[in-house]
C-alpha cells in the first residue's frame, strides 16, 4: 500500500552518530543543541523570533496565551484541520467560532471571517490546511483592521509561501509541528515564532514553568502561569539534522503535488484544492476533489493506493456543541474531498499509477 503519511527519519549515517553524542553527553534536557535548532530553523524558513516547543500543541497555546486569549473570548477557527488546533482554543476558557470554508480550497474563507467578528472576537486562527496557504493578505489585513491576532497555524504547511514570504511570517504568531508524520519530524515538538520580538520573553516563561532558564533557581519569582512545553536536547539533535535534508524533501512533495495540479486539470469528474495566485502550497497530502469521492476511494484502495478524508470536521465533535452552525461551504468540500498520497516516498511510477487509476475509475 502506498501510504497517505509517513516516517521521514534522516539517514542512519546521519542521524545515529549525533544521537549517540547528545545522548551520553549529560545534557539532554533544553539547552545549546534546542538553540542552535532554533536559530537553524529560523535561518532555513526565514522566521525571526522563534522558540522550540515540545509540541505544536503547546506552541498553540502559547500563541493563544500570548494574543491574549481568555475566557469569554471568541477566537474565529476552521473545522477542517486535525483537532488540536481547536482543542487548544478551549484550553484559555474561549468558545470557537466556526468560519465557513472556501470549497475550493479547504480554507477558511475570509468573507466568512469577517461575518463572524464581534466584540468579543480575540484572534482569526487559520491553518493552512493540507500545506495550502490560505487567503493570508486578506485575513491579516481584517485582523489589523479590527485589532485582533492572526495566529497561522502552519503544522501542514513547512516550506509554503504566501506572496513570496515564507508561511508563518505574515500572522502574528506562526506555530509548526514536527511531530511522527509531518514534513518534518523531532518525534515530537513544535515551534512558536512571533513577529513581536518584545514578547520572547514572555513566551519563554510559558514554555518553562512560568521561569526564565539562567536564573538561579533560589532567586526565581514566578508571576505567571508557565508549562512544560519547552523542547529537550536529544528532539533538537534529531531536527538538526533533518534540517540537512529537508530542502529535497520538500522539493519532492511540491513536485508531486505540481505534476498531480497538471494531470488532473484534463480528467472529467475530478478537480483539486485552488489556493489564490499568490500561494505556493507545500503539499504536505495532496487534496483531490470527486465528484464521487466514495468510488474514487475505493478504487484507489482495491489498487493498493492509500486515500481518504483523514479528518472529521471538527465542528461535529460532541465537545464544539456550542459552537455549531450551518457551513455549507465546509459541506460541499468535505463531501467531494479525497487525500491522496504526494510525500517524498510517492515516485514517479507510483504517481503515475495514481493518475491512472484515478482516470479509469
Ligand atoms: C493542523 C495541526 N495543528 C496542530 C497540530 C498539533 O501538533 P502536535 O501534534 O505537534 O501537538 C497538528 C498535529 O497533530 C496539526 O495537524
Not at 534536557?29 to 505544536?56: C, D, I, P, T
Request: negative net charge.
Amino acid at each position: 500500500m502506498i501510504p497517505i503519511v509517513k516516517v521521514a527519519m534522516p539517514a542512519k549515517s546521519a542521524l545515529m552518530p549525533a544521537l549517540e553524542e547528545v545522548l551520553y553527553s549529560g545534557m539532554i534536557a533544553e539547552g545549546e543543541a534546542v538553540y542552535r535548532f532554533e536559530s537553524e530553523f529560523n535561518q532555513k524558513f526565514g522566521l525571526k523570533h522563534s522558540l522550540a516547543m515540545s509540541s505544536g500543541t503547546g506552541a498553540l497555546h502559547a500563541a493563544l496565551t500570548l494574543a491574549g486569549v481568555g475566557p469569554g473570548d471568541e477566537v474565529i477557527s476552521t473545522p477542517m484541520t486535525a483537532e488540536p488546533t481547536n482543542t487548544s482554543i478551549l484550553y484559555n476558557g474561549a468558545t470557537v467560532v466556526w468560519a465557513d470554508l472556501d470549497p475550493l480550497s479547504g480554507n477558511m474563507c475570509p468573507e466568512s471571517v469577517r461575518q463572524c467578528i464581534t466584540s468579543r472576537t480575540k484572534a482569526i486562527l487559520c491553518v493552512h490546511y493540507a500545506g495550502y496557504p490560505v487567503r493570508l493578505a486578506e485575513l491579516k489585513r481584517l485582523a489589523d483592521e479590527c485589532g485582533i491576532a492572526l495566529i497561522e497555524d502552519c503544522a501542514h504547511a513547512l516550506g509554503a509561501r504566501y506572496q513570496g514570504r515564507p508561511i508563518g511570517t505574515i500572522g502574528h504568531y506562526g506555530i509548526y509541528s514536527f511531530q511522527a508524520i509531518k514534513h518534518m519530524t523531532t518525534v515530537d515538538g513544535g515551534l512558536l515564532t512571533l513577529s513581536d520580538e518584545s514578547q520572547l520573553q514572555a513566551a519563554k516563561k510559558f514554555r518553562w514553568f512560568g521561569m526564565l532558564k539562567g536564573v538561579p533557581r533560589t532567586e526565581v519569582d514566578i508571576t505567571s502561569v508557565g508549562y512544560k512545553y519547552n523542547m529537550n536536547n536529544v528532539s533538537a539533535t534529531i531536527g538538526l539534522v533533518q534540517l540537512q535534508n529537508i530542502s529535497a524533501v520538500l522539493d519532492r512533495h511540491i513536485e508531486n503535488g505540481q505534476y498531480f495540479d497538471a494531470q488532473f486539470e484534463s480528467i472529467a469528474g475530478v478537480d483539486f484544492a485552488r489556493c489564490d495566485a499568490a500561494a505556493r502550497p507545500s503539499y504536505w497530502i495532496y487534496t483531490l476533489l470527486c465528484d464521487d469521492s466514495a468510488s474514487v476511494e475505493k478504487a484507489l484502495n482495491a489498487a493498493g493506493i492509500a486515500a481518504s478524508k483523514l479528518h472529521r470536521p471538527n465542528s461535529l465533535h460532541t465537545i464544539f456543541a456550542d459552537s455549531r452552525r450551518e457551513l455549507p461551504g465546509l459541506d460541499t468540500f468535505y463531501k467531494r474531498l479525497l487525500h491522496i498520497p504526494c510525500g517524498w516516498w510517492v515516485s514517479d511510477e507510483d504517481r503515475a499509477r495514481i493518475v491512472e487509476v484515478i482516470r479509469k475509475g
